[in-house]
C-alpha cells in the first residue's frame, strides 16, 4: 500500500517517508495549540455534516477529473494544484500521490483525492506562506478539514503525531460509554490497516471516508 507508516525505535516512533516526517510535524505543531474535541461522542455527531461535506468534494474531483476516467492521475493532479493555487514541489506532490494512491493503480479514486486534500490542508498550515481567507482555495471544505485535523488530535493524547490502541481506548472511555473497550478496540482496528499497532493521519483519514460511507457510495455507483 502507497506510503508505510513509520516504524518503532527505542526513542519513540520513526516516520518511514518524508511525507509523513511532514506530517508529524504539522500535527505537532498544531496540537500545542490544543483541541476543541470534548470525546468520542463529539466526533461521532459530526459525521453527518462531513459526509455532506465530502459529497460537495465530489463535484471538485469531477471537475479535475478531466477525462472522466473515475481516477486523477498525476498529470491531473498537478493542473488541479495549479487551478487551487497550492504551491508544492514536484517532489512533494509526488510523495503525496504516492502515499495517497493506496490501490497502487497510478491513479487517485474519490476516497484517496478526498484524504489527498486534507494532507495538503494539514500541510498548507505554512506562517511563512500568503494564506488569507482560504489555505488550499477551498473555504467550504476547509472548516471539514480542520474538524478532522481537531478529532485526531484529541486521539493522539501523548502529541507524538501517531494514536496508539491505548490512546483510542483511553478517548473513548471519556465518553462514558459500557462497551467502551470493544468499541475502541473496533475503531482502531479499522484505522490500523497495515496492523503494526499504530495510526497515522493518512490512515485515520482513510478510515473516517469509510465511517461516513465515502466508500459504500462508490461502491454503488460501480
Known sequence: MGGAVGRADSVGW?????????MVEALQKRESKGCSVKSFNTIILKFPKIDQSFRKCKAIFEQFDEDSNGVIDREELKKSFSKLEISFTEEELNDLFEACDINEDMGMEFNEFTVLLCLVYLLADD???LHTKSRI???????????????FVFL????????SKNEMIEAINEGGERSSGRIAMKRFEEMDWDQNGMVNFKEFLFAFTRW?????EEDEEA
Open 127 to 129: 506562517p511563512a506562506a
Open 14 to 22: 520513526i516516520p518511514e517517508t518524508k511525507i509523513e516526517a511532514k
Open 212 to 216: 461516513v460511507g465515502i466508500e459504500d
Open 156 to 163: 493522539d493524547k501523548n502529541k507524538d503525531g501517531y494514536v
Open 137 to 151: 482555495g477551498l473555504p467550504n471544505l476547509e472548516s471539514t478539514f480542520e474538524t478532522l485535523v481537531d478529532a
